[in-house]
């Protein structure tokens, strides 16, 4: 199918910054939507930001204006650059993307999830 690998994630000081990105591989046929969520402990996991298969993107109203998504089509990669961190944003993140491949008996849809990154933020 379509795996998901995600780098970039790390410790910080509130008010820093990190990059997260993420790349899928396999026999991609196309992408349509793809996106970062996190879960923190405790908690459910939630969308932090995405672009959407109708071509919205989507920010989590506790991240606009600090984060911003990007995505490179051609490279089937999708980046989150992360500033004015705080302590909040503390959680495993994780890429997602949804489309189809190609499998063995013609074009399938796919929603995969990439293993996780902690962004950890201390105060």
């Known amino acids: 199918q379509v795996q998901l690998v995600e780098s970039g994630g790390g410790l910080v000081q509130a008010g820093g910054s990190l990059r997260l990105s993420c790349a899928a591989s396999g026999r991609i046929f196309s992408i349509n939507a793809m996106g970062w969520y996190r879960q923190a402990p405790g908690k459910q996991r939630e969308l932090v930001a995405a672009?959407?298969?109708?071509?919205?993107?989507n920010y989590a109203d506790s991240v606009k204006g600090r984060f911003t998504i990007s995505r490179d089509n051609a490279k089937n990669t999708v980046d989150l650059q992360m500033t004015s961190l705080k302590p909040a944003d503390t959680a495993v993140y994780y890429c997602n993307a949804e489309g189809y491949y190609s499998g063995s008996y013609g074009v399938s849809d796919f929603r995969s999830w990439g293993q996780g990154t902690q962004v950890t933020v201390s105060s």
């Open positions: 672009f959407s298969s109708g071509g919205n993107t």
